[in-house]
């Protein structure tokens, strides 16, 4: 590899540049690797999920150029001899569950919205709080909206939870939540809200490289599904009202979550009763919550239709369910949806194009907030 990757001062003088977007939004990546036998292009800016083959030159810069592109945000990776690696010309890099990605972001669209703009910015802090049951410290990642700092003002609060292999920053990298909000109010579409964006994981107290024991950390952890996060909550809850200027009322409060996250933002509404007016699940729910193929017989999973009819006789404001149409957890978002018809319960419907993806998650995360706290 070391032989193969040869990314220095001499890979500028030999036309390796860093992602340029040219005048039609193709992408055009490079890289100069003139030991190496073939090189590669993986990821969404390639076709989806294909894997595409560079082009070499006579001074060993390999180059590939996408075809016009949607305004969008694109993670990919650049696979040198078969070895996947990030292009070590493109600064711009994220982390999802341990796997670090390089992007580029298409201008003139959607993508504009995940873009940092000459706008006022809100503040990222990273938290640790108690989880008593657990034993242990853990880490959470919470926006405050531009001027919190110089104010005495208090917020309503959305609750942002990940999917399976994530961490409480996926939703900061992947979801770019933080440029999101940020554009959103300076465009006036959202009212001024704190984000609290925690780690779904339960063995793992902190992402990738902010551990204290490094040695728990997993990708996906059999934690995430066994209730120790919905109990855990608790803590959150409270450490978030004492330790920031929120308004400690259901109509002040909202619970979201993807994938994994989603489940989870299920479970937590059904079970801290008078606690949401707002809940969002992007990427469906599971109807019968099982581990190891053995279904949970445990009481936070027992009784969800009749903790569903006490959620909807207390009130919500909005009950919001998205997913796409190739979504492998469409049957899911579906049997949701036909138990809540049946019921007579009101719910927010978004269904889009594509399948489990971070495209459309960053999506649903901005129709929900623009619905939040009105």
Known sequence: MALALTFSASAQSARALPPQINKDNSVTLSCKAPD??????????????????????????????????????????????????????????????????????????????YTPKHVPHGSVHKVWYTAKDLGYDRRMAIYTPPGYEQSKKKYPVLYLLHGAGGNEESWLTFGRTAQIMDNLLAEGKIKPMIVVMTSGSTKNQ???????????YRQISGSSYDTSYEVQFKDVLEYVEKSFRVIKKKSCRAIAGLSMGG???????????????????????????????????????????DKLDKEFQNGLKLYYIAVGVDDSLYKNSKWLRETLDSKGYPYVYNETSGGHSWRNWRLYLTDFTQRLFN
């Open 263 to 305: 489940e989870q933002a299920f479970q937590t509404a059904l079970n801290y009763p008078d606690t949401f007016d707002y809940v969002g699940i992007f990427s469906g729910v599971p109807r019968v919550r099982t581990i190891n193929g053995n279904e949970l017989k445990v009481e936070i999973y027992e009784n969800t239709l």
């Open 36 to 113: 190496a036998k073939i090189v590669q292009v993986t990821g969404e800016i390639s076709s989806g999920q294909a894997t595409k083959d560079m082009v070499r030159d006579t001074n060993g810069v390999w180059t590939y150029t996408t075809s016009p592109l949607k305004s969008e945000m694109y993670y990919y990776l650049i696979k040198v001899d078969g070895v996947s690696v990030t292009d070590p010309l493109n600064s711009a890099c994220i982390i999802d569950g341990g796997s670090h990605y390089s992007y580029v972001i298409v201008p003139g669209g959607v993508g504009d919205l």
């Open 206 to 216: 902190a992402a990738p490289g902010e551990s204290p024991d490094e040695g728990l």
